[in-house]
């Protein structure tokens, strides 16, 4: 039960039994309900071939999960059916049912690379659990298959005991499954120390062993080596907690956590914080009241533990209810008879979402505690009466459900109070009770004010009982140091919990905050295919503005705009060798259609220069049909296989591509410099990132290119540099290959001079590395979806209805002068969380208009980037915007100018050189030329040695984007003065140039 909503999984295969291992593994060792996931004994019909040359294809085996949901109460409101296919969806969705274990990793990219290892290891599935091959060559080839896959792992494992990461992964568990299983059939060599050191980890696991051995796995199959490390199984054993942490658990067995565990709790540190002695301790994982009275006894009848129920009322907000295990809690009668809710009542319990990005923790394992991570003090605590009554001490959850916090009535005031919560005490009738005159003694001492059922006083002197209202919340005085809202630790925020507010400092965990920012401002959502992101309507706009101004620009220069196919035929891509060699790995192929095979396989952009240059070859006969020059607004598809990171390395991309044809080189020039300066505008006047424009090295230049351009940008946070826009002049080369000739006016056949240009939605991937803080993106307002947002003070003297006309004035006078804005009339928000919600989306400017404002004629208007607040006259209030936008835009670019600067040093030495990049620096050095590759080559592996050396690390993973060592980012356009006799700084030969080198993206 999830919120009031009951989900039950099924999973199935085409080949049920033992193919459904790894996937059981997975669900035990994740803590999930037994009843929750039912593992079918019936074959899934297959849609694909898998005929003997299938082995090799994960489709030959397949896996779909389906997803049954139904109401709490026995309705289907909430009914449905939803399902997913494919082996490593389906390990996605069991791994991150409990994401504080880190199964699916901790990072975006350790997620990535689990998936990868999934995807890679089922290659397996057919050797493992399909139909045997017929045929001496397909065993081999079968076997082979087990062999290189398994020497591929023992090298992965060369620096660390898991294949991701410092901690077991679904990808440790999926392979060592897989792989043991494969290796045992195929009767496949050794696969080396390390790697039956890792089957023995996951195949020893107790939870493991447990959930496969209904499928009668022999010891020989589990391959578990004599003489590995066996002890490594311990630590696999501690995700046999189940719910530890927060999560899953049937309340049945489990480990118990230890004290270091505990002391590390987000809410015991808390309580230790405030100055709160508590005692913690831990039990068998408990999901309900009930289990806990059943498993987890009290020292004595004056203690409880608690019930927590998190409701969720679309009218009047959410609710979070902690009673005695006894309470009788009817919703019906709770919001209007108990908590007095006026108009329509409709209570629902909230789901495990909301729960999770309310009060931080997952179902099951809330208490009273987690108020402390309502930071939009948008949850109301309601408190049963009979739970302050308790002499000895309120057991409670502290976001885990193996675990317990004990507090006395006293100490919970005491907590609550200190992080400014004022609770609702209330009444709830009990199982079996009665009232007694004591009750509500206690509630009498909450916050100096009468319980809700105390008695009346009036002058009849009767003893009726009143109806329990709910109390008003006291204004604070903002001086008077009562906090607004809790301070938490973000490096204890558990990982895979998702908070309205960002739970990473950007100076903390930079990749962690990017990931925060990007989701929470509502650019970005994942997809079920690593590196390929959902762009929305937020981040989109802003592409779309750079398309607006680009296009006007383009026109210009008289470049027309068209589109081209997204396919192109393996031949085409072929053609110019040192173009698709550049591309060769990064190349997606489609191979089937159907059913069948293609005759051919056909190749997704990369880039189009192949797809149109046929048609510029047909189309260009004679000096006349030059210049040729068109641009594409598309998307490519290049296989990265480094760590995908939204906006700047994804597998999918927007971008504009300009491709010209010319007479000369001199023309074709011309056209390059001409497309770069509006990349550059493009950052600097539209993002307003300073840049550094200049030319590629031959090392860095465009595959099969003549001369690349490239505006650099600068990642302060990072320390890195990243190529912003690149332009090319393609030369002659491609001409030659494509026939792309004409007659000149003398008569004389010519090859055409070539450019091509693009610019990509890593744009806006930079703007938010170089703008954003702890609070969200900060966006230049001429790339900005909205420049101003209008936000009403409501109150009950001034209603929505009584500021709208002011607040549609002051929009209308905004929109006459071209300002993009909004007036955020929703009444289902209050002030508070408009004001965080727009300034996580980086809304440049905020208008305020309270009661106050409408009688002075007036409104405040607040500046995101720098927190500047001024009052100012409505009637001069859309020129002050105008102007005030104006000004943002400059300041932004001047500041992002002024850190890029600080970070750029000259060195003339080698012995300076890798210190300098370590500060983070870009470091202008005398280089000898782009000829010398050799030396080029020599600074990138020597800078990353001496790196590593300081760090006292021996290496990094060949596949890592983000490596220490130095590359060449241009040589600049703008050069310092090179003095007469200048050495280059590494190869000590005659310096010809000053050139820019940093870590990059």
């Known amino acids: 039960m999830t919120g009031g909503v009951s ?54 085996i397949q896996f779909r999960l389906e997803t049954a949901t139904t109401g709490a109460f026995g309705d289907d409101a909430a009914g449905g059916k939803t399902s997913v296919s494919g082996l490593a969806a389906i390990v996605r969705l069991l791994s991150t049912a409990n994401p504080t274990l880190g199964l699916y990793g901790h990072t975006d990219a350790e997620a990535s690379k689990v998936e990868g290892w999934v995807e890679a290891g089922s290659v397996l599935l057919a050797a493992a659990y399909g139909d045997v091959p017929k045929g001496v060559e397909m065993e081999g080839q079968m076997k082979r298959s087990v062999e290189e896959f398994g020497s591929s792992v023992e090298s992965a494992l060369s620096s660390s005991q898991y294949l991701v990461g410092d901690t077991v992964t679904a990808a440790d568990v999926v392979v060592a499954i897989l792989l043991a299983a494969s290796a ?56 046999s907690m189940g719910a530890a942490g927060g999560g899953g658990g049937s309340g049945k067995g489990g480990d118990i956590p230890t004290d270091a565990e505990l002391a590390a709790n987000p809410l015991v540190a808390k309580l230790a914080e405030l100055g709160i002695t508590a005692q913690t301790y831990g039990h068998v994982p408990c999901m309900t009241a009930d289990e806990l009275v059943a498993n987890v006894p009290l020292p004595s009848s004056t203690h409880s533990h608690t019930k927590n129920l998190f409701f969720k009322d679309k009218k009047h907000g959410l609710y979070l209810l902690t009673t005695t295990p006894t309470a009788v809690i009817d919703t019906k009668s709770l919001g209007k008879n108990l908590l007095k809710l006026e108009g329509k009542v409709n209570l629902r319990l909230a789901s495990e979402d909301v729960l999770m990005a309310k009060l931080g923790c997952a179902k099951g394992c809330v208490g009273p505690l987690a108020i402390a991570n309502n930071a939009e003090r948008d949850v109301t605590l309601v408190l049963d009466e009979n739970l302050l009554q308790c002499e000895g001490g309120i057991h409670s959850h502290p976001l885990r459900n193996d675990a317990s916090t004990v507090l006395t009535a006293a100490q919970l005031r005491e907590y609550l109070d200190k992080l400014g919560v004022e ?90 905050w990017y990931s925060d920012v990007i989701v929470l401002s509502e650019m970005i959502s994942y997809y079920d295919i690593s590196g390929c992101y959902i762009l929305r309507p937020w981040s989109y706009k802003m592409w779309e503005l750079i398309q607006e101004w680009f296009n006007a620009e383009i026109r210009k220069l008289d470049v027309e705009n068209s589109y081209f196919p997204l396919f192109v035929s393996q031949d085409r891509l072929e053609k110019e060798k040192d173009h698709v060699e550049g591309f060769a790995p990064e190349v997606a192929w489609v191979t089937k259609s159907g059913d069948g095979d293609l005759n051919k396989p056909i190749a997704v952009r990369p880039t189009s220069e192949t797809i149109m240059y046929p048609a510029f070859s047909d189309w260009i006969k004679s000096h006349r049909d030059l210049p040729l020059k068109l641009n594409q607004w598309s998307n490519v598809v290049r296989w990265e296989f480094k760590d995908p990171t939204p906006f700047l390395r994804t597998r999918e991309f927007l971008w504009q591509e300009g491709h010209t044809a010319h007479e000369s080189h001199a023309d074709a020039d011309v056209m390059v410099m001409q497309a770069l300066d509006l990349y550059r505008q493009v950052y600097e006047d539209l993002l307003a990132i300073p840049v550094i424009p200049g030319y590629k090295t031959e090392k860095e230049k465009f595959a099969g290119g003549h001369q690349t351009t490239t505006v650099e940008a600068y990642i302060p946070m990072s320390g890195r540099a990243i190529q912003g826009a690149t332009s090319h002049n393609l030369g ?85 002068v071209g300002i993009r804005a909004k007036f955020d009339d929703r009444d289902t928000y209050n002030p508070g969380w408009k004001y965080n919600h727009w300034e996580q989306k980086g809304v440049p400017v905020r208008i305020e208009v309270g009661p106050r404002d409408i009688e002075a004629k007036q409104a405040r208007m607040v500046v995101r980037s720098t927190g500047d607040k001024t009052d100012h006259a409505t009637a001069d209030l859309a020129q002050v915007v105008k102007d005030r936008l104006a000004f943002i835009q400059t300041d932004m670019l001047e500041r992002a100018r002024a850190v890029r600067d600080s970070h750029l040093v000259r060195v003339t030495e080698w012995k300076d050189f890798v210190p300098e990049i370590e500060k983070h620096n870009l470091v202008l050095t005398p280089w000898c030329g782009g000829e010398h590759q050799d030396w080029e080559e020599w600074v990138k592996e020597k800078s990353r040695e001496e790196s590593l050396a300081a760090r006292g690390e021996e290496g990094e993973d060949e596949r890592t984007a983000t490596s220490v060592a130095a590359k060449t980012l241009c040589i600049p356009f703008k050069q310092p003065d090179l003095p007469e006799g200048t050495k280059c700084f590494a190869s000590g030969l005659p310096a010809k140039c000053w050139v820019l080198w940093g870590r990059s993206y």
Request: aromatic letters at 4%.
């Open 7 to 60: 989900i039950a999984h099924t999973v199935a295969c085409t080949h049920p039994g033992p193919a459904l291992l790894p996937l059981r593994a997975l669900a035990a060792i994740s803590g999930l309900d037994p009843a929750a996931v039912t593992f079918s004994p019936t074959p899934l019909t297959s849609t694909k071939s898998t005929g003997p040359g299938s082995f090799g294809n994960p489709n030959g």
């Open 184 to 239: 045992t059939r195929t009767q496949a060599a050794p696969l080396g120390p390390r790697t039956d050191g890792l089957l023995h980890t996951i195949l020893t696991n107790a939870t493991i062993r447990a959930a496969m051995g209904g499928e009668n796995v022999s010891k020989k199959e589990m391959r578990v080596v004599e003489g590995v490390v066996p002890q490594l199984a311990a630590e696999m054993d501690k995700l």
């Open 423 to 512: 609770p609702v005490v209330v009444d709830f009738p009990q199982k079996g009770g009665d009232d007694g005159e004591d009750k509500g003694k206690k509630a009498e001492q909450w916050a100096g004010k009468p319980p809700a059922s105390r008695p009346k006083t009036d002058d009849s002197g009767g003893g009726k009982k009143a109806k329990p209202k709910i109390p008003k919340k006291e204004k604070k005085d903002k001086k008077d140091g009562a906090p607004k809202a809790v301070n938490k630790d973000k490096k204890q925020v558990k990982k895979g919990e998702t908070l309205l507010a960002l739970q990473w400092k950007k100076e903390e965990n930079f990749p962690m």
């Open 732 to 816: 002659q080369n491609f001409g030659k290959m494509f026939d792309i000739t004409y007659q000149d006016a003398e008569g004389k056949s010519q090859i055409a001079w070539q450019t091509s240009w693009g610019l990509t939605t890593r744009t806006l991937g930079v703007m938010i590395m170089v703008h954003g803080d702890d609070t969200g993106l900060v966006l230049p307002p001429r790339i900005a979806p909205l420049q101003a947002v209008i936000v009403p003070i409501v109150s009950k003297k001034m209603t929505m209805a009584d500021v709208t006309p002011h607040c549609k004035e002051i929009l209308q006078s905004l929109l006459d």
